[in-house]
């Protein structure tokens, strides 16, 4: 507790309080923007107001109707899983309030859209936080209106409110006076031991990455090695969950010779990087040390979201400088275009960014857990009021699921990199022109990719909306195959083929617009992966036996997953 009053951490805390009365500033001048325009045009508050009034008269219709002995069924509340139980739908009272409180949300909603002369970043911000307000609001979220907790209650004589406090108690941080909401099990994972457990080494070193090199499970492999680029936002193992879903597994017993970056989590004892070193010292260095491994001077790549915009830009710049040793190229959920970013842009500004810089300069990093903070209120209902709910207010224990254990394991963020990619591409979105961005003394051109491209989006991806995603089509130089998979930005993507839930679509041409690839698109059931691996296959250069991790000049520095991946938030507690 005593971490909390350091000098350092006293001012750190100063500068986030600082970043936090910005954004509240900067919130309550667009809601001033918008109130004024509902006044100066009293047509859309009539509108509204005429709206919410039939949808009430509806709602008393059925209520009458109900009351009468007939059987209505209540409209669902847009997939809110809050009121999935039976008991919002059954029973009059909290049927009742269920549509009020929809009647509510959709009359404000409504408003917000309907206000003429509002500027589009204004309305954007009214609208997520009138939503993160509305959220809050929800009936499910408070005991005594909330009929799964009144009857948890019952059963278990009250048992659900102590556990519920105990979970409370437990998530909260008192050396830093806020509440930490847990998601996951903490305890039922150990990267290295059933997660992140994919047999293999760590080949290379630097300041900024690991190379881990797997073991081959099959005699012969792909010809040209696969190298695998995530996101520094998050740590490399959601490509290597469990064994049963884990992309990377599945990869090597597909016949891949494959090599990952792992990031270094950022913090007092890492220098502060810049996006070029991002660049030279990630794919560019992993691709010498592959060369040097295998012998092989030609490999296919795969970026995960941030990982693929290093990973075109690594393709755009080689090609400036002659080269060409990536022979394909495979983007998840990758932005190139930022033209439509969705709630993202909310916590995008030059303010601020620069307030950003500030909390973030004393230590050369920007603290982690603020940052997952603010993508965890973009799907407020299930990443911050379901697990109120069921932990506090059930008091039911928390589930073991490793893809949130995994988004709790946050990383730092890179001060230098990350502020040049928020300012260069979510707020001038210069990644699309050419030349609009320079990298390690090369201006970067999307043109310039001109090798096979296979972009997968995700249909609810809140992160990067799929039609914003497929402009990549439109700005890659190369032959491109778009395919478009359901669910959301990770659900979507790790989808392994033992699992049916989620299809995905292809189409044979990509036109200009979104919509029309939509409309002439296909759809297939089961997991993307392998229609991945009958693409990427094609440019694999044959078969060659099967390599061992390392080499004589490369010997194993350590088994995998390495040391970068385990350093923890958790482990800093004074960020």
């Known amino acids: 507790m005593l971490e909390a009053i350091k000098p350092d951490n006293l001012r750190s805390q100063y500068e986030m309080g600082r970043l936090l009365a910005h954004m509240s500033k900067d919130v309550g001048g667009a809601y001033a923007r918008w109130l004024g325009n509902v006044i100066k045009h009293p047509t859309a508050p009539l509108k509204t107001s005429a709206g919410f009034a039939a949808d009430w008269l509806g709602i008393s219709r059925d209520v009458m109707r109900r009351l009468a002995g007939e059987e209505v069924e209540a409209p669902k509340l847009n997939g809110d899983r809050r009121f999935s ?20 949300v959709k009359a404000l909603s409504r408003l917000i859209e309907d206000t003429p002369g509002l500027d589009e970043e204004d309305r954007r911000k009214v609208r997520f936080y009138t939503a993160q307000f509305l959220d809050a609001l929800a009936p499910a979220n408070f005991p005594l209106a909330n009929p799964d907790v009144l009857e948890a209650t019952v059963e278990t004589k ?29 305890g039922a994972f150990e990267v290295g031991k059933n997660i992140a457990c994919t047999p293999g080494e760590v080949v290379y070193r630097n300041e900024l990455i690991e190379l881990i ?107 400036a400088k002659g080269r060409q040793p990536i022979k394909s190229g495979t983007y998840l959920t990758t932005l190139i275009d930022y033209t439509d970013v969705g709630d993202v842009k909310v916590f995008v500004d030059e303010k601020l960014v620069k307030r950003l810089e500030k909390v973030g300069r004393r230590k050369g990093y920007i603290p982690g857990d603020n940052v997952a903070w603010g993508f965890r209120m973009l799907r407020a209902p299930d990443l911050i009021w379901s697990f109120i709910i069921n932990h506090y207010l059930l008091g039911k224990p928390r589930m073991p699921f490793d893809l949130l254990f995994w988004n709790e394991d946050a990383t730092n963020m890179p001060l230098t990199a990350h502020t040049f990619f928020m300012r260069n591409m979510y707020m001038h979105n210069r990644l699309r022109e050419p030349g609009g961005i320079e990298l390690a003394g090369e201006p970067i051109d999307m043109a310039n990719v001109d090798v096979p491209s296979y972009v997968l989006s995700t249909r609810d991806d809140h992160i990067a909306p799929w039609k914003t995603t497929y402009e990549a089509t439109q700005l890659f130089g190369g032959n491109t195959k778009f395919v478009l998979g359901n669910s959301g930005h990770i659900a979507g993507v790790i989808n392994p083929p033992t699992k049916t839930k989620y299809g995905y679509r292809t189409a044979k041409d990509n036109p200009p617009d979104a919509e029309d690839w939509l409309e002439s698109s296909k759809e297939h059931p089961g997991s993307w992966w392998p229609d991945w691996i009958r693409w990427v296959n094609r440019y694999s250069g044959g078969r060659v036996k099967a390599r061992t ?26 960020i």
């Open 85 to 104: 139980s039976a008991a919002w739908q059954e029973k009059l009272p909290y049927s009742l309030m269920r549509q009020s409180y929809g009647s509510y």
């Open 158 to 186: 009250g048992r659900n409110v102590v556990g519920g406090l105990q979970n409370l108690w437990q998530d909260l941080d008192l050396s830093h006076g806020r509440l930490s909401i847990s998601m996951s099990d903490l």
């Open 213 to 319: 090199q797997y073991t081959p499970t099959t005699k012969q492999v792909a010809k040209r090695p696969l190298l695998i680029i995530p996101p520094w936002l998050n740590k490399y193992y959601v490509l290597d969950m469990q064994p049963h879903n884990s992309f990377v597994r599945w990869a090597v017993e597909q016949g891949q010779t494959v090599f990952l970056i792992s990031w270094r989590n950022p913090d007092e004892d890492a220098p502060d990087k810049s996006f070029d070193d991002y660049l030279t010292e990630g794919p560019l260095a992993a691709l010498e040390a592959i060369e040097e491994i295998t012998g092989e001077a030609e490999v296919n790549a795969l970026g995960y979201c941030l990982g693929g915009i290093l990973l075109a830009c690594a393709i755009s710049w080689l090609t």
């Open 549 to 574: 991790p390392g080499s004589k000049d490369y010997p194993p520095i350590e088994p995998a997953p390495g040391h970068y991946v385990r350093q923890t938030l958790r482990d800093k507690r004074d």
